[in-house]
């Protein structure tokens, strides 16, 4: 412990330092060309041609109103980049009905949300990208269990869950999927329900063997779904010095977002469009939009399908919006 406590410090202060000051790259041309490719050309001017079939692919629907979250993994737009820069942590949070709750490191969920702001796509992106970008590992020294002989008398059902673990999350993919196995059975998934289904099928057909497989190959999209898995199985076990380390490693791996992100393209299969869209307070932002059949489609179709494409935008993320609202204001009142 002692030494877990200067190591916080020194990470707080390196949150501190200003980052160098990256502009992210706008698209100054986008395309949809030939054999499924989309052809990109950035402000930078590079360009890239992204393979339609390897590209997210959107089941949403027009006036669609869904009971769960719709999450996309997208790039933070450069406004909300900067001002979470500049943003200081939330003593306390206005829900939309007036309602104020107190800011807490006490859960993974309140520290994060109160930092970052926005709903369950800032939190899981935010995530994702300190896990992708190595700020954030499940095997980082603030994360290991103190090695104890102590045992809780009676035995409690965590303790035998989790007496194995070397640290404050199922690093190991066999105690992992055993843990998940468990909350399903129980019911008790809880936040871990809204993950994307392929994060999900992942992490379940990944074994041990195939996880250190995927770390030598350096998969690491791959490698950080399965990770936000791990990490959201064991938030319940997390104690506040955890939990101040992965806020602390967020925020700086938002302070130093790099302009070497490209922008997220997602296909609309329903309009034969492709979408770059980034995430800002609000939610998902359109960028920009084209058709795969735009030489056979007029100018009155193109504008009906844009229009579309945004409603749909909007209500997902009005639904996104009430649905976590809800659930916010379910969680402090527990």
Known sequence: MK???PL???????LQLNAQNFEQPSIKKMKWGSNLKINLQLSNDS??????????????KYGETR????YYQTRLSENFVEQLKNMKIKEELKTDSGRVVPSTDKTLWSALHNS????????????????????????????????????????????????????????????AQKE????????????????????????????????????KKDEKKKLAKI??????????????????????????????????QLPSIIIFDNFNAAVAMSLNEKGYEVDHIVFSDAKKI?????????????????????????IFQKRLENYYEK
């Not at 360009?47 to 949403?60: M, R, W």
């Open 116 to 175: 970052i702001g926005g709903g369950w796509a800032h939190f899981m992106n935010c995530l994702l990208y300190a896990l992708e970008k190595n700020y954030l590992q499940l095997t980082a020294p603030l994360m290991e269990r103190p090695e104890t002989n102590w045992k809780p008398s009676p035995v409690t059902e965590s303790y035998r869950r989790t007496k194995k673990w070397d640290y404050y999350a199922p690093v190991n993919q066999r105690y």
């Open 227 to 260: 990770d936000l898995v791990k990490l959201l199985l064991g938030a319940n076990y997390l104690g506040k010095t955890q939990i101040q380390y992965i806020k602390t490693m967020v925020l700086k791996a938002v302070n130093d977002y790099s302009k070497d």
């Open 298 to 322: 007029s100018e009155v179709t193109k504008k009906e399908r844009r229009n579309q494409i945004m409603a749909i935008v909007d209500n997902i993320n009005n639904v996104n919006k009430k």
């Open 3 to 5: 030494r877990i406590l």
């Open 47 to 60: 360009s890239y041609i992204l393979d339609v079939n390897q590209l997210p692919h959107s089941d949403s």
């Open 8 to 14: 916080l410090v020194l990470i707080l202060i390196s």
């Open 67 to 70: 009971n769960e979250y719709t």
């Open 180 to 215: 998940y196995k468990i909350r399903k059975n129980h019911g008790s998934l809880n936040r871990l329900k809204d993950l994307p289904e392929d994060f999900i099928q992942l992490f379940e057909e990944t074994g041990n063997w195939k996880y250190r497989r995927m770390k």
